[in-house]
């Protein structure tokens, strides 16, 4: 049970299945162990695993030819997967990479879908996880276009510590969309 502690408590709080659903689906979920600098998720393929993060850290980010963009961290136990194209099994615009070695508890996308009618909470689970998607990009989108990248790195600051504790400085530079140098002024002008 040890490495799917934090998940059975996701579980046992979101989306409650009768313990003969957790012990069925904790069947079908296998442990991944990734090194640093792994690529989890290509842009134009499909998400065809339903991905936990169960230890480490993940950067989620857009690319193309000259220029990354981050846009999400995951550092907390907690999906990992691009939502939207694995419940739509199209293919994702995002790529993922481990910035330290995960381990991940994986699902393949049949067998959760499988489960998840079985038990009747399927359409209950991708309803609500469309709308906690929905609502980080959302919020998302309305700080990146109203607020300058001094108060977003204050929220982080507040909101996201393990953030400013964990991750590379120049990923942060990126996902808050200023140079390495300007980040650099802004935690001066802060402390």
Known sequence: MT??????????????????????????????????????????????KLRFLNN???????ASEDKEVNINFYVKPQFISDLLTFS????????????????????????FFDLLEKYQCGKTFVEASFQKLLKQKERLEFNRTTKSPEELYNELFIYKPEWIQNIPQYHLASYLNVTPETLSRIKKRIS
């Open 3 to 48: 490495p799917f502690l934090e998940i059975y408590k996701f579980f046992e709080t979101e989306f409650p299945l009768n313990q003969h659903g957790i012990d069925e689906l904790f069947s079908l979920f296998k442990v991944e162990k990734h090194t640093k600098g792994t690529i989890l998720l290509l842009e134009n393929s499909k998400e065809k």
């Open 56 to 62: 480490g850290i993940v950067r989620e980010y857009y």
């Open 88 to 111: 739509q099994n199209t293919a994702t615009k995002k790529n993922q990479e481990t910035l330290t070695s995960v381990e991940i508890l994986s699902i393949e996308r049949q067998p």
